[in-house]
Each structure stands twice: as structure tokens, then as C-alpha cells.
């Protein structure tokens, strides 16, 4: 991963903001490609830390993951957040029934 734990995955500033993806582990790559628009290698390892799994790995079936994001990355992508805080609900994109 690019950038420190605590900090936006998008622009690498420290946040204590993010959102919400639910589905399967291809589901929460490709959402962080098309919503945040940074590249497949980093949706992948920012997945794979996500998850607590070895670099480059997506963990099988249906999960939710938390992502940092910054309040100036979710304007400029069109995403909802909200503070990272113990029972907060975030915002959460699910992936669509197949």
C-alpha cells in the first residue's frame, strides 16, 4: 500500500472520515476503481489491508470493508462519508444482486 495506516486512501492525507463497501472481495476492488478512480494495484493491496490478508490477496465471499477517505477526496468523487467512530454507520455501497 502507498500510503500510512490512518490516512486517506486516495490522497495519502491523514482522516478520521471513510465510507463502506459490502460484497464480494472483486466487489470491494473494483468500487475503489470506479467511485475513487486509483489504480487496480493499489484497490487491491488497500483490500488485501483491509481484510488482514497477505498483499495481493482477496478474501473469498461476502463481507463489508471500511475505507478511509478525506472529506476533499469525497467532494471531488461524489462519495458519501462519514466519521470512522465506534457505531457510527457509514455510508455503504453494496454490491447489486447477481
Request: glycine share 12%; with cysteine; charged share 15%.
Amino acid at each position: 500500500m502507498r500510503f500510512q495506516p490512518g490516512s486517506c486512501v486516495r490522497c495519502g492525507r491523514g482522516t478520521d472520515t471513510g465510507f463502506a463497501t459490502e460484497g464480494e472481495g472483486e466487489w470491494h476492488v473494483a468500487a475503489l476503481i470506479a467511485k475513487l478512480g486509483i489504480g487496480e494495484e493499489d484497490a487491491m493491496h488497500t483490500t488485501s489491508a483491509a481484510t488482514h490478508s497477505p498483499s495481493g490477496n482477496i478474501p473469498t465471499g461476502t463481507f463489508p470493508m471500511f475505507t478511509r477517505l478525506c472529506g476533499q477526496c469525497a467532494k471531488d468523487c461524489g462519495v458519501s462519508i462519514a466519521l470512522l467512530l465506534q457505531d457510527q454507520e457509514l455510508p455503504t455501497y453494496r454490491q447489486p444482486a447477481i
